[in-house]
T-cell receptor, first 115, second 113 residues
Framework: DTGVSQDPRHKITKRGQNVTFRCDPI?????LYWYRQTLGQGPEFLTY????????KSRLLSDRFSAERPKGSFSTLEIQRTEQGDSAMYLC?????????????FGPGTRLTVL | AQSVTQLGSHVSVSEGALVLLRCNYS??????LFWYVQYPNQGLQLLLK??????LVKGINDFEAEFKKSETSFHLTKPSAHMSDAAEYFC???????????FGGGTRVLVKP
């Protein structure tokens, strides 16, 4: 059983550039979540999908952020015109989504540094 | 709105001593509560979760937590710390099955030999 994978693990970019991250959930997991974690803080919810439908977006997700899950499998998170404040760890998690308080399984994260 | 407060951003314990990490929550509905652990350069791993069954929840690696509704608390304990327990621990709450998690700020545990 492979876990949640994320690619790349690290990304360094210059301010103003666009970046895209990929998340591959555990197979058969219907729900996929994105969180952002800044240094010394707990993860903060960004958005989540039930299959290919994006069901909720946080106010943290500005217009520069977009997420997709086109076929209900992998997901991408794109940040346009990056700012230094976007520097953080971006975590992806997946869950079955069909049971009481089902467990969210987290990937290793993508660490973004915006110079 | 839900929120989670973890008292103490850093905790230092001696190897073999009791580990106690505090978590208080606020929720307008009966919550689901979770403890996750994060080792350096790794993702979060679930230690245990409360889903309105038994109030004393046992998790992996001898961790356990007790849900106390009257105190709105879900403190995490381990009777005897091991060097491998050095990590950051996060308490989280959600209000519905499969819903988004709201995390506390985390507590970093240092284990002294």
């Amino acid at each position: 059983d492979t876990g949640v994978s994320q690619d790349p693990r690290h990304k360094i970019t210059k301010r103003g550039q666009n970046v895209t991250f990929r998340c591959d959930p555990i197979s058969e997991h219907n729900r996929l979540y994105w969180y952002r974690q800044t240094l010394g803080q707990g993860p903060e919810f960004l958005t989540y999908f039930q299959n290919e439908a994006q069901l909720e977006k946080s106010r943290l997700l500005s217009d520069r952020f977009s997420a997709e899950r086109p076929k209900g499998s992998f997901s991408t998170l794109e940040i346009q015109r990056t700012e230094q404040g976007d520097s953080a760890m971006y975590l992806c998690a997946s869950s079955l989504g069909d049971r009481l308080a089902d467990t969210q399984y987290f990937g290793p994260g993508t660490r973004l540094t915006v110079l | 709105a839900q929120s989670v407060t973890q008292l103490g951003s850093h905790v230092s314990v001696s190897e073999g001593a009791l580990v106690l990490l505090r978590c208080n929550y606020s929720s307008s509905v009966p919550p689901y509560l979770f403890w996750y652990v994060q080792y350096p350069n790794q993702g979060l791993q679930l230690l245990l979760k409360y889903t309105s069954a038994a109030t004393l929840v046992k998790g992996i690696n001898d961790f356990e937590a007790e849900f106390k509704k009257s105190e709105t608390s879900f403190h995490l304990t381990k009777p005897s710390a091991h060097m491998s327990d050095a990590a950051e621990y996060f308490c989280a709450v959600s209000k519905a099955a499969g819903n988004k998690l709201t995390f506390g700020g985390g507590t970093r545990v240092l284990v002294k030999p």
